[in-house]
């Protein structure tokens, strides 16, 4: 099996639970934002995106915040800077300044940018599913991604709005079509099982059918 570094990088997180595009995605953000804050704080572009941006994006924002390990002195160089920055944009707004101050403060609330961890993330994206659909001919490959979680409903939307084989298209979309076949049946075995008759068989892979349904019209937590 030939496979790129991305395809293999897949091929390995289908045997891990849930989206593998989504895990490899959200691994990826991680470490980008974790380089962002310590490695790259002080590099000029770092702080002209993340000001063009006007801070990141809520849910990057807040993965600083509570993923990235003593990420507050890198939090207060780079939001320092945006803040300074906007005020200076804004100028200054007198309480009688008219229509002419207001307009000039709401304009320079708004983005120049995208957040670059979006940015980051929608590549990375991009680049995984290109590379799934371009080697789901491979026999073990496919075999891999049946044995998956498959992908979320945003990811499946995502693939196939990309240029590439309808073949491919239709097998990806085949194989998962068995994968949510067999969640169908989980969720219904665990609705069943809750009936009082059979409340004493015990649960088994079922049990945690709810979750992984979530997340498979959802996508993972922590991503969008």
């Known amino acids: 099996m030939k496979l790129s570094s991305r395809a293999h990088n897949l091929y390995e997180a289908f045997s891990r639970p849930g989206c593998p595009v989504c895990r490899l995605t959200l691994e990826s953000v991680h470490h980008h934002l974790d380089s962002l804050i310590y490695e790259y704080v002080n590099k000029p572009a770092t702080h002209e995106a993340v000001r063009a941006a006007r801070g990141f994006c809520p849910v990057h924002a807040w993965h600083v915040q509570d993923a990235i390990n003593a990420s507050a002195l890198g939090i207060a160089v780079l939001y320092g800077g945006v803040m300074r920055h906007l005020l200076d944009d804004m100028g200054a707004v007198q309480p009688n300044g008219g229509r002419r101050q207001v307009n000039q403060a709401e304009s320079a609330l708004q983005p120049r940018g995208e957040c670059p961890a979006c940015v980051h993330q929608a590549t990375v994206e991009e680049h995984l599913l290109r590379n799934l659909l371009s080697h789901i001919g491979q026999a073990e490959f496919a075999e891999g991604f049946r044995g998956s979680a498959g992908l979320c409903l945003p990811h499946l939307r995502q693939v196939l709005a990309q240029k590439g084989s309808a073949d491919h298209k239709a097998q990806l979309l085949a194989i998962q079509q068995d994968i949510w076949r067999a969640l169908q049946e989980q969720l ?26 979530i997340e498979a019209l959802a996508g993972q937590k922590g991503l969008r």
């Open 188 to 213: 219904a075995e665990f609705v069943r099982k809750h009936d009082y008759r059979f409340a004493l068989e015990g649960m088994g892979e079922e049990g945690s059918s709810p979750r992984r349904s």
